[in-house]
């Protein structure tokens, strides 16, 4: 594929002012009526405007960006693959695989392991052991919202809310889209303009609590014993 940001000699995230005095610079450089007759400069000069039509419109360079090239037409494009092809009709475009809307924030957390070393007697007839364990709770600051106390989350404007991206590729079947998780959101669909100064943005703060463990009489080494609160 075309590398448009080598073409009008700009780095990757350039900005759109930069992108602009880029295509100006090289339009003047490379113009049929400043270089005459010159067959290479002409060409040169389609390719420039080619790739300023293409990284000066937000919605083509993110499409550009994510693999497609919205100015060129069918046939295979470099960086897709028979992988791309199977995942737009069965894997990641479709079927169970599929993300359908943006993932929640407030997530299950994880199991918390703790080890308990007894002696001998507790081992033959039991006991009550009181534990100390760290967990994770919602944050009381932000209630789980992650934003700062009288802000609130916003939309991202990558992906409109959706928390997945559409990427524009071409294959011997024409151009064809594949899903995949928005990189700017992280797949949750909105952003944290304020993050919540508590919890760091997480929604969750680290909390340690008492727990009372019976431990049945006769056990052996290794057993575990659950407990879901």
């Known amino acids: 594929m075309t590398d448009y940001y080598e073409i009008l000699e700009v780095a990757r995230d350039a900005s759109p002012e930069q992108i602009k005095k880029a295509y100006r610079r090289l339009a003047r450089q490379h113009h049929p009526d400043v270089t005459g007759e010159d067959g290479g ?4 000069f389609k390719d420039v405007s080619r790739a300023y039509d293409v990284l000066s419109n937000p919605e083509k360079r993110r499409a550009y960006d994510l693999g497609g090239d919205p100015s060129a037409g069918g046939g295979m494009g470099g960086g897709f693959g028979f992988q791309d092809i199977f995942e737009t009709f069965f894997g990641a475009g479709s079927g169970a695989s599929a993300q359908r809307g943006p993932i929640p924030r407030a997530r299950r957390g994880q199991d918390a392991l703790v080890r308990l070393d007894l002696d001998l007697a507790e081992t033959a007839f039991g006991s009550h052991r009181e534990v100390l364990v760290d967990t994770a709770v919602v944050c009381p600051t932000c209630s789980g919202t992650c934003a700062r106390p009288g802000t609130s989350p916003r939309t991202c404007e990558v992906c409109g809310g959706r928390g997945s991206v559409q990427r524009i590729a071409r294959s011997f079947l024409g151009q064809v889209m594949t899903s995949q998780p928005c990189a700017a959101c992280q797949g949750f669909g909105t952003v944290i303009p304020e993050p919540c100064t508590e ?18 009489a006769g056990v052996d080494t290794g057993t575990r014993n659950k407990r879901t609160r």
């Open 41 to 44: 400069s002409g060409e040169m």
């Open 199 to 216: 919890c760091s943005g997480e929604g969750r703060v680290r909390s340690r609590r008492t727990l009372t463990v019976d431990v049945p």
